[in-house]
C-alpha cells in the first residue's frame, strides 16, 4: 500500500523554496492535498495582509501535489489561475487541492486558499491550473 | 515631475516579502515597470531550476506596479493567470510588465518573466492578470 | 419574495446571441445558475464534438447569472479563464455555476460544464471568473 | 512552399461553428493569425455590445489558429484567460493571435481582440491560452 504523505513529505522536503518558506504538507491522499504555511512577518505585503506572491506560492504547489498524486512524482504545473477573494489575514495559511479532471499526462485541479486563525477561516483565495507529467514528451517546467 | 522610481522602490521596500526575497525595481514609469530577484539556491524547486511560487510571486508583484502606475499606490492585484513556459535556470529573473488597458479603477497588464544569465536570457513564463485601486469600493486584497 | 427563475429568463431573452444559439436557463437561485443548450450539428468543431466557442459562451454567460444573482441584473463578466476537460459529445451542453466569494459590487464564481446524452454526463469544462456591477464606478464590458 | 491562408482557409470552412457565425480568416502565417466576424444583431448581449461569449469563441478559435501554425492542423485548445476590457461595440470583431513560446507538443499563446467601425478601433478583450497537439498523447478536446 502507497504511503502517500510519507513521499508526499519526501518530495516537498526536497523543494528548497518549500523548505525556506516552512511549508508543511497536512493531507495527502489519492487526488487531493493539502499544504500549510505560517504566516511569518516576513511574508506580508504593505497592508499587513499575506503577500500575493506567498498565497499563489501556496497555491501552485498545492495544485502540484494534488496533480502528482495521481501523474505520480514526475510532475510540473504547466499554468493556472488565480482569484485573491479577501484580505489574507490570519496566523497560517491552509490551501486544499483537489483533481477534477485527469488523463494519463496531463491533470486539471483546482484550489482554495484559507487564511486562519484558530477556528475562524477565511476563504482568500481561488485557482484553477494544468498540471502535466514530465515524462519524455513533456516540455514546460515549473 | 514624479519620480516613479523613486516612489516605487519606496513601496517596494514597505513589501516585507519583497524585501526578504530581495527582489529590486530596475524601471518604473507610466505603464511599465521592472522587477528582479537574484536565483538564490532557495529559490528552486527539486529539479534545479526556479520554484514556479518565486515565478508567479514576481509576475504578482510586477504586474501590480504597473498597475500602480497608472492607478495610483493604493492597489492590489484582484487576479492574474500565468502560463509557466520554460526550466527558469539563470542566475535572476526578470520580470516586466505593462499596461495594456486601463480604466479609473482598474487596469489589466501583462508580463513577461525571464531567466537571465549574462547575455543569454529565456523566457520562463507569461501572465495577465487585472489590477484594482482600493479606495473605499473595492474588496478584494493582495 | 422574488421569483429568481422568472426574472432570470427575461433577462437570457432580452440576449439576442443567447436566443441565437437557442440557451435555457433550467435553474437559479441565491448563487447559483444552470443554463443549458441542444447540440445542434452547427455548434461542432471539425472533430465532431462541440465548438470549444459554444462551450466558452455557456461558461461565460453562466457565470455572469451566479453573479447576477447576487450583485442585481446590471452585471458584466470582467474576465475569466476555462479549461477543457474532454470532448463535449453529447446531446445537450448544461452548465452550472455558482458564487464562491461575494463582495457588494464584484463576485468571484465558478462554472463546470457537462455534456449530457441521456443518464450519462460528460464534465467537459471547468471556469472561474469575475462578475462585476455595472453601476457608474465599472468599466469593462461584456 | 506551403500556403498557410489557403489550409487554414480549408480548416475554418471545415468547422460547423465557425461557418454558422461568417468568421472569415483574414491573416495566417507562421506564429500568426487573424480571424474576424461581422457584428450581425444576433450576436449582441441586452446592452448593445458584442455578446462575451461571441469574443470568446473568437478568442479560443484564434489562439488555436496560432496555435496550428506552428504545431500543425491535429490541434485543439486546451484552456484559455480571456479579460474584456471595453464595451465591444463596432461593425466587425477582429482577433489577432501570436505565439508566445512553443514546443513540439504544446505551444502558449496570446489574441488581442478588437471592436473595429471603419477606422476606428477599439481593444475589447486580451486572451492568453494553451494550444496542444492531438497526436496520440493528447486528452483534452475542444
Known amino acids: 500500500m502507497v504511503n502517500y504523505l510519507e513521499i508526499g513529505r519526501q518530495i516537498l522536503a ?4 518549500s523548505q525556506f518558506l ?5 493531507e495527502f491522499s ?8 505560517s504566516l511569518r ?9 499575506a503577500h500575493g506572491g506567498v498565497i499563489s506560492y501556496l497555491a501552485d ?3 502540484s501535489f494534488a496533480g502528482g ?21 490570519g496566523e497560517r495559511l491552509v490551501a486544499q487541492a483537489k483533481v477534477a479532471s485527469a488523463g494519463t499526462r496531463q491533470v486539471v ?11 475562524e477561516k477565511i476563504l482568500c483565495a481561488l485557482a484553477q491550473g ?13
Open 69 to 89: 498524486s495521481v501523474l505520480g512524482p514526475g510532475i510540473i504545473t504547466s499554468e493556472f489561475k488565480i482569484n485573491y477573494l479577501k484580505k489574507a489575514l
Open 30 to 37: 489519492q487526488g487531493f492535498a493539502q499544504i500549510s504555511l
Open 14 to 17: 526536497s523543494q528548497p523554496f
Open 41 to 49: 512577518p516576513e511574508f506580508l505585503q504593505q497592508y499587513g495582509a
Open 130 to 142: 494544468t498540471i502535466v507529467s514530465i515524462a519524455p514528451a513533456a516540455e514546460t517546467n515549473n
Open 22 to 26: 516552512g511549508a508543511q504538507l497536512d
Open 109 to 119: 485541479c483546482t484550489c482554495e486558499v484559507w487564511a486562519v486563525t484558530g477556528e
Open 61 to 63: 504547489n498545492t495544485l
